[in-house]
């Protein structure tokens, strides 16, 4: 049952407007209704539904605290569709189309200065010009560290009923902005294979 209400806890956090803010939540799941529980007799229904409480309180905790996560990490509305140098790791499998490829990028830090983005990205690399505008040695291929310089604009799509959401499933995918690599600026693959277990996988 307490599994059950800290499930609920966080399935009630997807039906509100806005995020409260996490830490009162915090506050009355570890002082409040497990004070309340241990002073109570163990066996007692009371006791019980003060745990049953506690569990729920955890679970909306839980569930405000990674969507303010999720959500904190977008691209400011000020660097929309402005060049942004920065350095990564490809971090998927490149999908290509007829123009170019598109893949997930691991941002791991910005250089230009005063500019942010989120930490994950999705980019499409385009043939330019009818010569590819992508590194001419082979393919990208997953954890390959690169110097790109980047244009991003925050996700945008239809939530028609019954349609496909694709903002929803970037969100899903933790992906929070969306954009392409600038041809006209130079490409620099920084490292050959940068080693972790998801880019070993991919």
Known sequence: LNILAFAAGVFAVQFVPTLPSWAPWCIGVFLLPPAAALSLPRGGALRRWALGLAALLCGLAWGVWRADLRLGDELPVAWEGRD????????????????GERFVFDVEQVLTAGASTPEKVMLSWYVAGGEAAMPAHAPIAPGERWRLTLRLKRPHGNANPHGFDYEAWLLERGIRATGYVRPQAPAMRVDAFVAAPAYAVE
Do not use: L, T
């Open 84 to 99: 942004i140098e920065v350095v990564g790791v490809v971090a998927e499998m490149p999908q290509p189309f007829a123009r």
